[in-house]
């Protein structure tokens, strides 16, 4: 008996939903094979539903509604669970803390023996003590909002979950106005990253794709000074999406970008130093931090890590002016490939920088994109090995199996598209 497509998206729901499940209880071995292991089986039936995604023009409201339940409830397994001792949420807290009480988190050190007083058990393991906050303006004065509201890791999850769930409203708006298939939002939903690095760890990163996705879907409504406001306030979050600014050339008016550019410099007037905008420890981000980086790495051999680092955005920005000339239109790939070219050449390569890009992917042109999205999971291996005490550092065959599936997803695409225009000659004949 053959199942129809409902039917198989309901079978791999319900494998992940297990699996994220055992993933959930092993949340504080992170990386070791208790928690690798499932996480890869989620990993590969969340791609077997994007095939089934891709096959299927339109499913059942049932099964949407259906999808999205389960997302939630490993969203809620996840959020109950205490991130690791020293992951970034924990910085979050630090510079919300620290702005509150009246300083600048770009000047204070949180290991400074001075400081001592300042700290609160769920700040006192943040990461990287010895280096004051590299995180933009935006990012800064969401954090202070988070702390206002209630100073804990916990209510920085929450945030974090209620922004993943408003880019779920946003994209099934897009997927309405555009009739597109709604089930397309499965293949945001059902991400394993955001139940591991939005409810599990708690990531800034997807504040910014929020407002990434509503720019995206202001600029399909022309409403372009919504557009152009939500793409600055999304690069004051994190830098990373500046590279997408080709793509907004003739869609905002010089106006709404002067406004963008005016909100966001605004945001910074809190931290200014002597008229200065701070930077804090970016600097020594490009210069010291190193992960998951093959590309870097190369480059890093022949040039200086500043020059490799603008290499970096000079790569994602030249994407976009590519992409921007071949179509007026603006397909949601657009937006993805242009941050997946930065980060492939970055110095840090984390899995939840990926998170930026998970909006964006539902087509069979994304499909290079959506496997790294998955073959980045081996890379949690790390934070194991380090509990045993072995550096921090990417074993090579990780990155084989990490960036070896992406090329040869990409390469069967390419051979695919070759053969395919050949078959309806061959038919007539």
């Not at 590279?243 to 709404?256: E, G, I, M, Q, S």
């Not at 695409?413 to 395919?420: A, D, F, G, N, S």
Request: glycine share 6%; aromatic share 12%.
């Amino acid at each position: 008996m053959k199942l129809s497509p409902s039917h198989r998206l309901y079978g791999l729901g319900a494998i992940m939903l297990v699996t994220l499940t055992i993933c959930s209880r092993k949340f504080s071995s992170l990386g070791a094979p208790s928690f690798i292991v499932p996480l890869a089986v989620a990993g590969v039936a969340y791609l077997l539903a994007i095939r089934e995604l891709l096959s299927t023009q339109i499913l059942p409201k049932r099964v949407v509604v259906m999808g999205l339940v389960l997302a939630a409830v490993w969203h809620v397994l996840f959020l109950r669970m205490p991130p690791g001792p020293d992951d970034d949420v924990h910085r979050y807290l630090w510079d919300g803390r620290v702005q509150r009480l009246g300083y600048s988190p770009y000047v204070l050190v949180p290991s400074d023996p001075a400081l001592d007083a300042l700290h609160t058990p769920e700040t006192r393991t943040l990461n990287n003590p010895d280096v004051p906050s590299p995180y933009p303006a935006g990012a800064q004065l969401f954090f202070r909002a988070v702390t206002a509201i209630h100073e804990s890791i916990f209510a920085f999850k929450v945030a974090f979950v209620v922004c993943d769930a408003a880019i779920v409203l946003v994209l099934l708006h897009l997927l309405r106005s555009s009739r597109e298939g709604v089930h397309w939002v499965l293949a945001y939903a059902w991400h394993p990253l955001l139940a591991t690095e939005v409810a599990g760890s708690g990531h800034i990163d997807i504040v910014g794709a929020l407002l990434l996705v509503v720019s995206f879907a202001a600029l399909g409504r022309r409403w372009r000074t919504v557009a152009a406001l939500a793409f600055g306030l999304a690069v004051a979050v994190k830098l990373l999406p500046i590279v997408l600014l080709p793509l907004y050339w003739k869609r905002v008016r010089v106006r709404d970008g002067a406004l963008a550019a005016i909100v966001c410099g605004l945001l910074y007037t809190p931290f200014l130093q002597q008229g200065q905008i701070p930077i804090g420890s970016l600097g020594t981000y490009v210069q010291s931090f190193r992960f998951n980086d093959p590309v870097f790495a190369a480059l890093e051999r022949v040039a200086a890590p500043a020059l490799v680092a603008g290499l970096a955005v000079l790569t994602g920005i030249l994407t976009a002016i590519w992409l921007r000339r071949r179509s007026e239109a603006w397909p949601s790939y657009a937006f993805a490939w242009p941050m997946a070219a930065s980060i492939l050449c970055a110095p840090v390569v984390y899995p939840w920088y990926l998170l930026w890009l998970l909006p964006f992917l539902r087509s069979t042109s994304a499909l290079p994109i959506i496997i790294w999205t998955v073959s980045i999971f081996p890379t949690y291996y790390v934070w194991h090995l380090r509990t045993t005490g072995r550096p921090w550092v990417v074993p090579g065959w990780i990155m084989v199996v990490e960036y070896g599936a992406v090329a040869a997803g990409a390469t069967i695409i390419w051979l695919r598209r070759l053969v395919q225009p050949a078959i309806p000659q061959c038919s007539t004949n």
